[in-house]
């Protein structure tokens, strides 16, 4: 196949695998076999520049950053919702509609789960996106197409038959688990948490460097087009159906109702499936489902007729700040957590609250003993809304925050301007584990087996104080400790071992240096190439790197010119491990060039586990006993691979032998 028609046939691939992966949670290849279809276009591209089209898969890891964002008109307003709270609303609702249709017959409707994200338009010509924009006030929204396009749910191409100009609505927003994982993230790096998922979305999609928005675990829903008339359709109902089929993602728990009874039922099973949902959802929208009927309605200055939102009430209950503890994070962070008195929020009992700095328990005027309202924002992190000064009795304590660390007791700084303490102790114990913690995690180098329990029983043992300790750990080390064994031990010290030669970037971004995520970590990587270089750069080499900021220049100069971190990475060096940039990785690493494939029930290993070490180790796996096959790993029971491997020479090993193979 040429080049040109292979091009054209791995952005199908591409873009159909990203649909089965993203929209239908139903990946039909491995991660892996995606990454190098994907590595094959980044190849054709690199060779033919003048081939990249805006809608190749390879444009949606974000581009170049913007000054600023600039102005977009809508061609047609971008309306809000009025809303509704309960069943009366719903009718009155109804009511209004029919005296203004001066009719008596019964409406139907399309019902749909209102997203808590960020309204955007999609702008489609020749079933191309060419332009994403926010709402803005309706009429004038940003030009946000760089960072929608890295949003994966989102078409970059639309199916066959679009119209010719096709504009779009609908909503961006971030799964719960998504937004904890990135909370999770930015309380150890110190920054502001994100309170709800539409924060979340608006901040991620509000960064005028695309890349950081690429990071970010953003989905789209499309609800809408600016003019119905425009597509044939005459119901919403047939209207999601047609988006749906040019590939935008529709919401599966959209309903129809032929009538007002069925959409308040329809209200009851969503308020009781919300929490049942991967994200959060914060009402139901109702429309009119006829758009002959919607045109007649009409609509108001800022919400039309024919929609309303119902919305969800707010999860909120009132408890008592019982004692304030105070925690110490990666970056030595103090962070205030209140220990509330547990009480039942929608549904979870909440026994604690973070309270942030002390500049927020200062504004929220917050002391101990006090009865205080609380809610879980955005249904993910529980928070202290305010205090019911009236049930005050005057026995309430002042909430201070020390002046020494909690855990060392090293005297803390607040450096002027910021409003976090911080311990400034490079030993302090707490931030030590931390540390450790973080450097395994799936944000760190991923090393299976040394998830928070593990580390921090390590820790508490002195089998590991820093982070080189993790490559000296010994079989005998482990094996006698509560809660191991022989096997866990095992897969321990293998996952440790495939740790030693990590990414470059994913190293970085694993020591925990503050202002370094992965998105910097993969700058970093793709300037400096080996870890010597990025030691000996100066600040003002750093400064030169596009898209690194100050603060991160000077903090990785800082960090690097520590005797401690020296004498760290002399530690790592003794050990064995050696970051690699991404081009000598694959040329070295154990199972370069090798493809294998599994068969049979492996003994000690998961499948997963098992794929996730050959691919750990440079290897590829194999869709069957193909041509490109190299090595058939035989476990328990296999069927006719083995013959097969046999017949066409292929390398045989056993289980056992594929690990010794690893243990290099
Ligand atoms: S329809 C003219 N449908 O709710 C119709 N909106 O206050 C306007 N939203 O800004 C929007 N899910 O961001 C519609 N299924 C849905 C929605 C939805 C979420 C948001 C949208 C809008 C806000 C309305």
């Known amino acids: 196949m040429d080049s040109r028609k292979r091009l054209e046939a791995l952005r199908l691939l591409l873009a159909q695998h990203s649909h089965y992966y993203y929209d239908l949670d139903d990946p039909q290849i491995s991660d892996g076999e995606y990454d190098r279809l994907f590595q094959e276009l980044l190849q054709i591209e690199g060779a033919h520049p003048d081939w990249i089209t805006p809608d190749s898969p390879s444009q949606r890891v974000g581009g170049a950053p913007l000054d600023k964002f600039n102005q977009v008109e809508h061609r047609l307003p971008m309306l809000s919702l009025e809303n509704a709270f309960d069943e009366k609303d719903l009718y009155a609702f109804e009511e209004r509609l029919l005296r203004f249709l001066l009719q008596d017959t019964t409406l139907s409707y399309m019902t749909e789960p209102k997203l808590d994200g960020l309204a955007v338009e999609l702008v489609y010509e020749q079933g191309l996106l060419v332009q994403g924009s926010t709402r803005g006030d309706g009429k004038l929204g940003e030009d946000i197409t760089a960072q929608l396009r890295t949003v994966s749910s989102i078409p970059l191409r639309l199916r066959k038959n679009a119209p010719t100009r096709l504009e779009v609505r609908g909503e961006v927003f971030m799964d719960r688990s998504g937004l904890d994982e990135l909370n999770r993230q930015r309380a150890e790096s110190g920054e502001a948490l994100f309170a709800n998922p539409r924060n979340a979305a608006a901040g991620s999609l509000r960064q005028l460097d695309p890349r ?8 789209f829903f499309v609800y809408g087009v600016s003019e119905p008339s425009g597509t044939g359709c005459h119901q919403q109902q047939t209207l999601l159906q047609f988006l749906a089929d040019l590939g935008l993602p529709v919401n599966s728990l ?15 099973e969503l308020s009781a499936l919300r929490h049942d949902l991967a994200y959060e959802i914060d009402g139901m929208v109702v429309k009119v489902n006829d758009f002959s009927l919607q045109t007649r309605l009409g609509e108001k200055a800022r919400a039309p007729r024919w929609a309303i939102a119902c919305k969800f009430p707010a999860i909120q209950a009132t408890t008592r700040i019982l004692a304030v503890d105070f925690q110490v994070g990666r970056t030595g962070a103090v962070t205030p957590v209140a220990i509330l008195e547990p009480v039942d929020v929608g549904g979870v009992m909440v026994s604690r609250a973070t309270l942030h700095n002390g500049d927020e328990i200062r504004r929220k005027d917050l002391r101990i003993d006090d009865t205080v309202l609380i809610q879980r924002a955005g249904d993910v992190i529980p928070e202290i809304v305010k205090a019911v000064v009236e049930k005050r009795k005057g026995s309430e304590e002042a909430i201070v925050i020390p002046v020494h660390c909690p855990v060392c007791s090293h005297p803390l700084v607040k450096p002027e301007g910021e409003a976090v303490t911080r311990c400034v102790n490079p030993h302090c114990s707490a931030q030590r584990l931390r540390s450790l913690v973080h450097f395994c995690s799936k944000a760190g180098l991923d090393i299976d087996g040394l998830g928070k329990k593990s580390v921090e029983q390590l820790f508490g043992l002195h089998l590991i104080q820093d ?14 400790l509560e809660g191991w064994g022989e096997k866990s031990a095992e897969k321990v010290l293998l996952g440790i ?21 992965e998105v910097t970590a993969g700058l970093l990587e793709e300037t400096f190439h080996s870890l010597q270089n990025l030691l000996m750069a100066t600040e003002e080499e750093l400064l030169e790197v596009e898209g690194l900021g100050e603060q991160a220049a000077k903090s990785i100069v800082d960090y690097f010119s520590d005797s401690d971190v020296r ?66 790993v035989v476990g328990d029971k296999p069927g006719s691979k083995v013959k097969k491997a046999r017949e066409k020479g292929k390398k045989i090993l056993t289980e056992d032998q594929f690990l010794q193979l690893l243990e290099g």
């Not at 982070?467 to 006698?480: C, E, R, S, T």
């Open 254 to 268: 959209i309903a129809f109702c032929p009538d007002m009874a069925s959409v308040v039922r329809r209200f009851s």
């Open 467 to 480: 982070l080189p300790d993790i490559f000296q750990l010994q079989k005998d080390d482990l094996i006698h």
């Open 497 to 517: 071992n495939g740790a030693k030669t990590p990414p470059l970037s994913r190293f970085l971004a694993a020591l925990g240096i503050r202002y370094i995520g």
């Open 567 to 632: 004498k760290m990475f002399v530690k790592f060096q003794e050990a064995g491990v050696m970051p690699e940039a991404a081009k000598q990785r694959e040329e070295k690493l154990l199972l370069s060039g090798e493809v294998l494939l599994f068969t049979g029930s492996l003994k000690k290993l998961s499948r997963t586990e098992a794929k996730k070490l050959v691919k750990d180790n440079g290897g590829q796996i194999a869709s069957g006993v193909t041509k490109k096959l190299t090595c058939l």
């Open 212 to 219: 950081v928005t690429a990071q970010r675990p953003l989905r």
